[in-house]
């Protein structure tokens, strides 16, 4: 099958231009108007650039004991995760992903994102224990070395803080401020429908009630139906044992569930026939709706997407080809679609899905762009295996009213100016 003209005339330019030492350039010129741009006379003579040898070729490099524990290149220490300088980081503190500056869908445990209530504890793993009481046959207690002793899996799932991001004003510049509390993750474990099998359910057994060992005795009830569906009790991320930040030595995983839920530094599961209505169950995370009536217990994150490139803070160099390309997640299960409209919602196309698409996951989509260097405004929204539709911030706040707090997965956009920058469309 022959290749279409265009392409053979770029191969043909691309031969000519190695065999007749023409003009450096820095970027690619490929079929379809991807231009790179020419190196000015400045980098002409620059001394690492071609047919130079770089410096970094003419003497050996650091020696691998150097360090121990790899660490990312000193090129990408801006790369950090988004810590508010106003916010009290010594309690009750949160620290976000820098989503925009990621790509796949897997985020680095050093990025992943940190909600505490009462600082990070330090715990020695030899003498932590879970304590599994209340409605049971035979109540246990496991220290470590006992939960790794039962058969291990490992699934790839997103964390996300219900409180990602809330509904008030001023909403953040960039898509780590927006959502930033959010991340991804391999997580290995065991299934604690096992654990809950090996003592026993008694009759009426309806909730666990999960508590933490940090010193907000962080304690939170789980339908029984989820303990025995997806949820673990999980001891490693991505490979390495869990960061302190993410509540090592052990903690709870409920897939789709609000972050708070899957607790930190687990140390107790309680088997009841009742919630425990804990602080977070009543003044924290639930809901005043415009009727007066409070919303509980709205474990699900909805479907939700936003565009990380281009996106708040960034700036496109020119006009011509760009690929817009994001993450979208659901709480339910699979994203199935995800549209991307650049012309302020008023038409959308179909975005292409990365692999591989999981339940529960972070999925990155991508769509390839002309920009014709006009101002614009670009958004996303996510469709989930259920049909589900991501809404409008303005459809949410008509149902949901100004005094939400929680669960906002509306759509957002971004606008690009006709200078290229990129800012927030609804600050």
Known sequence: MSEPTDINEDMRTRRRFLREGGALVSGVVVAGGL???????????????PPNVPEWMKTPGDPMGSQPYGTPSSFEKAVVKNIAKDLPQYLSASGRTPLQDLDGIITPNGLFYERHHAGVPTIDPAQHRLMLHGLVNKPLIFDMDDIRRFPSESHIYFLECSGNPNYKKPYGKTASDLVGLLSCAEWTGVSLKLVLQEAG??????????????????????????CLDDAMLVYSQNGERLRPQQGYPLRLLLPGFEGNMSVKWL?????????????????KYTDLM??????????????????TRPSGGQQLSAPGFHEISGIAWSGRGKVKRVDVSVDDGKTWQEARLQEPVLT?????FRLPWHWDGKPVVIQSRAIDETAYVQPTLAELLAVRGEDYYYHNNAIWPW?????????NALA
């Open 35 to 49: 231009v790179g741009r020419k190196a000015s006379a400045a980098t002409d003579t620059a001394e690492n650039l």
């Open 201 to 226: 359910l008694q009759a009426g057994a309806k909730w666990v009630v999960a508590e933490g060992a940090d010193a907000a005795a962080l304690t939170r009830s789980v339908p029984i139906e989820k």
């Open 267 to 283: 140390r107790r599961l309680r088997v009841a026939a009742e919630p425990t209505y804990s602080r977070e169950e009543t003044s």
């Open 290 to 307: 415009p009727d007066g009536s409070a919303r509980e217990f709205t474990f699900y994150m909805e479907a939700k997407s936003i565009i």
């Open 360 to 364: 529960r996951a972070l999925t990155r």
């Open 415 to 423: 606008h690009i100016a006709a200078d290229g920058e990129v800012t």
